[in-house]
């Protein structure tokens, strides 16, 4: 967020200041609240609640949708809490450690898998992910990768908010080989979180109720044409004995070459044979130019 937001005269101010200041220079029409504190303590996580049941645009409704973009698996893992808690629908965003790669993904609690439902594998080893970065070292980091994720993320946004195109439940990237991964994660029954699991059950009993679609199979009516003036006729059916007698020879080819089909050979019918004459074409000619 440094790298796509702040500007230097900002220097002091907090993150989350910088980008109100930057984003409503771009946008003043756009209604900003700013809070700046740690959404993984007891308090804060519970005001954090809090403004997303009730901080919707309609008065004490709840927001439309939640974006995640913070840098770290437990800060993930307290809006993953807060969204299956409350059932409310998020999208999830991050960038690799190595800055190359990154994903988005839509999380419906209940219906798909949510970021408890499948952690990463130092999680679920029990690996302290504090333990992974040194004192003093920054993470490599570059601007195109964070503004293509990001970029994904508000296309994906725009997608399901206004509904059109398809919205993409995880979305990947990879910058050294220009690829993008797709896939959709079902939710872990044994999943830690005690409300991905509720959610789960209420998802299948709302599926259950719903009314069975029965499967309408239209027959076809056969199409039958009292009048013929043209003398057309279908074959539904020829033989293979019948395509070889109307086939004709078939050429000397090298071994290994087949012909597809052969032009068969024509009949002459009555009326179309033409006798043998001794006249020169010279003559023929000449007899021609006198009709």
Not at 165 to 180: E, I, K, P, R
Not at 192 to 211: H, I, M, S, T, W
């Amino acid at each position: 967020m440094n790298r796509l937001f702040f500007q230097p005269h900002q220097a002091g101010l907090s993150k989350v200041e910088a980008a109100e200041h930057t984003l409503r220079s771009i946008n003043p029409d756009v209604q900003f609240e700013v809070h700046n504190y740690n959404i993984t303590t007891i308090d804060n996580f519970q005001h954090f609640m809090d403004r997303i049941s009730k901080g919707g645009l309609t008065e004490g409704g709840p927001v439309d949708l939640v974006l995640c973009c913070v840098d770290n698996f437990e800060a993930r893992l307290a809006i993953n809490t807060a969204c299956n808690e409350l059932g409310q629908i998020w999208m999830e965003s991050g960038v690799s450690e190595n800055a190359v790669s990154g994903h988005i993904q839509l999380i419906k609690p209940g219906e798909t898998a949510c970021f408890a439902c499948a952690p990463p594998l130092v999680v679920a080893a029990n690996i302290d992910e504090k333990t992974l970065k040194r004192d003093g070292v920054c993470a490599a980091s570059l601007p195109t990768t964070m503004g293509v994720v990001a970029g994904l993320l508000v296309q994906n946004v725009l997608k399901y908010l206004l509904n059109f195109g398809t919205v993409n439940f995880y979305l990947g990237y990879n910058a050294m080989q220009d690829f993008f991964p797709t896939m959709t994660m079902k939710p872990n029954p044994q999943c830690d979180d005690k409300y991905c699991r509720d959610k789960q059950g209420e998802f299948k009993l709302k599926e259950a109720a719903k009314p069975k679609q029965q499967l309408v199979v239209e027959e076809e009516e056969e199409i039958v044409h009292a009048d013929n003036d043209w003398g057309i006729e279908l074959m539904s059916e020829v033989s293979e004995e019948e395509l070889k007698a109307a086939s004709g020879p078939v050429p000397d080819l090298p071994e290994g070459i087949t012909v597809a089909y052969t032009i068969p050979i024509k009949e002459p019918t009555a009326g179309e044979t033409v006798e043998e004459s001794e006249q020169s074409l010279d003559e023929l000619m000449a007899q021609m130019k006198n009709l």
